[in-house]
Structures are given as C-alpha cells and as structure tokens.
C-alpha cells in the first residue's frame, strides 16, 4: 500500500485489489484525498486507467493501490541504457545502479566524475518524483 503523501498527480500505480477496475490495471493518479478514512482505511485517490479507452477517473481507497516495479523493459521504453551494470539515461544525466538484491537502483544525477546518490527506489512512481524535482518530463510509457 502507498501512503497518499508519497502520491503527486500524474503518477502511475497499479491496482492491487479488485475496485471498479480490474486487479493488476494501470492508472494514473487523478486526485488525491489523503484526509478521508474509514476503519483501517485510510485516503482516497481517483484513478484513469493508462491502457483503456475510458478516459474517466474512479475513486478507490489507497489499500487497493500499489507501485508498478521498475523492470529493465520499462526503462529501456523510456530511452535508459543499459551500461556495465548501471543504468543511464544521458540527457538527464540520472543513473540507476541495481541494488544487490535486485529489488530496485539506486538512483543518482551526474556523470562518471560527479555522482550524487538521491535514494533507493524500486516503483515507477518514486521514479517520476525524481524525475519531476529534476525538473524534467514524468511522463513514461507503461507496457
């Protein structure tokens, strides 16, 4: 489960349980109501599907949300290199170095004489975050 304070707009999520979109649908964040509660459940987001002709936004609780895993395939959509174990994508100068147990980078700005760790992420979204403070496009194409 995400925490509505680690959600901006625009980002991309999938869905983990079943709403009024299918288990395993890719969104992207529309609202976010982080105030709204309801026993365990807290904050409230609405949703548009990314691979859908419906371009309406549905409101789930955020226990149904997680992150879409960075997977080398969806790097290379969205023009990263891979290079000596690391991952570059050159006119941003973002690097991201897979962590030793494969379950994310660690992600980075500069070049091979500055480098400057961010943090270790493992799900699209904290890749648009980065991304965005850099002040560069968040879009990204989800297969």
Same mark, same amino acid.
């Given at each position: 489960? $995400?925490k509505? *304070?680690?959600?901006?707009?625009g980002?991309? =999520?999938?869905?983990s349980?079943?709403c009024? #979109?299918?288990k395993?649908t890719?969104c ?5 109501h982080?105030d709204k509660? #309801? ?5 409230v987001? @609405?949703? @548009?599907a990314? +691979?859908?002709n419906?371009?309406?936004?549905w409101?789930t609780w955020?226990?149904n =949300? ?5 997977t080398? *395939? $969806?790097?290379k +959509? +969205?023009g #990263?290199d891979?290079?000596?174990? @690391?991952?570059v994508?050159a006119?941003?100068k ?7 147990d494969n379950k994310?980078y *660690?992600?980075?700005i500069?070049n091979?004489i #500055?480098? !400057?760790? &961010?943090g270790? $992420?493992?799900?699209?979204? *904290?890749l648009?975050?980065? !991304?965005?403070? !850099?002040g560069y496009?968040?879009e990204?194409? &989800?297969k």
């Amino acid at each position: 489960m $995400i925490k509505p *304070e680690d959600l901006r707009i625009g980002d991309l =999520v999938m869905i983990s349980h079943g709403c009024m #979109f299918p288990k395993g649908t890719m969104c992207a964040v529309t609202e976010i109501h982080p105030d709204k509660e #309801f026993g365990y459940k807290k904050g409230v987001v @609405s949703l @548009s599907a990314i +691979n859908d002709n419906d371009d309406r936004s549905w409101g789930t609780w955020l226990c149904n =949300v997680d992150g879409i895993p960075i997977t080398p *395939e $969806i790097l290379k +959509n +969205n023009g #990263f290199d891979m290079k000596d174990d @690391s991952v570059v994508y050159a006119k941003r100068k973002v690097g991201l170095k897979p962590l030793p147990d494969n379950k994310g980078y *660690e992600a980075g700005i500069g070049n091979s004489i #500055f480098y !400057l760790k &961010i943090g270790d $992420i493992q799900y699209v979204h *904290e890749l648009q975050h980065i !991304l965005w403070v !850099l002040g560069y496009d968040t879009e990204l194409k &989800i297969k």
